[in-house]
């Protein structure tokens, strides 16, 4: 097993490579998203069970309903990203027939596959530093931030979420190296 930087290895094996990338490990991110995670079922409790205990107008009933949908919203969005930091991770194998990526919290997700002629265009897709769009991927609450994307149809794939620069460099070389010598491996045989 090699690694680039602390959060993605890879394994090149004759017949295919594997890539795993896990989120950023930081301990107080960790519990800062479980504290809001829990405040914020808490309140959805707090709220829900108010509208069945009091006697509510019309407009009351209303106005909670309309809560209760941003709040269902925001609970999915903060919980998925809770579960994301705590057991998340992207994995990617290519082999010759295709470049496959699954993102995964624990074992549940989807393995994708994109077959290697189809895949277009591989670029390293990093925002300016101090941008607005670095600073609010660089916030612990949200998922995206995927720094590597390839044109495969009418479809821009990305991945590698909130990598550095010189890991999604060095992971860029690694895919590309890879995804050729598959190529030349499959026109071989």
Do not use: C, H
Not at 9 to 19: L, P, Q, R
Not at 117 to 146: C, F, H, R
């Amino acid at each position: 097993m090699k690694w680039i930087g602390n959060r993605i290895s890879f394994v090149d094996e004759k017949n295919y490579t594997t890539i795993v990338i896990v989120p950023e490990i930081k301990a107080w991110q960790k519990s800062v998203m479980g504290a809001w995670v829990g405040m914020w079922l808490a309140i959805g409790v707090t709220v829900l069970t108010s509208y069945f205990t009091f006697k509510l107008g019309n407009q009351e009933k209303i106005a909670v309903w309309v809560f209760m949908t941003f709040w269902a919203y925001f609970a999915y969005r903060v919980t998925r990203t809770f579960l994301w930091l705590m057991w998340g991770k992207e994995l990617i194998k290519i082999d010759e027939a295709a470049f496959y990526y699954k993102k995964s919290i624990g074992r549940y997700g989807k393995s994708i596959p994109y077959y290697l002629e189809n895949i277009k265009k591989m670029v390293v897709d990093m925002p300016k530093t101090g941008s607005i769009q670095y600073v609010w991927e660089a916030s612990p609450w949200i998922l995206g931030g995927e720094r590597l994307a390839f044109d495969y149809g009418q479809k821009v794939i990305r991945f590698g979420r909130k990598i550095e620069e010189k890991e999604a460099k060095l992971l860029f070389n690694v895919i590309v190296k890879t995804i050729e010598d598959q190529l030349k491996r499959r026109k071989a045989n």
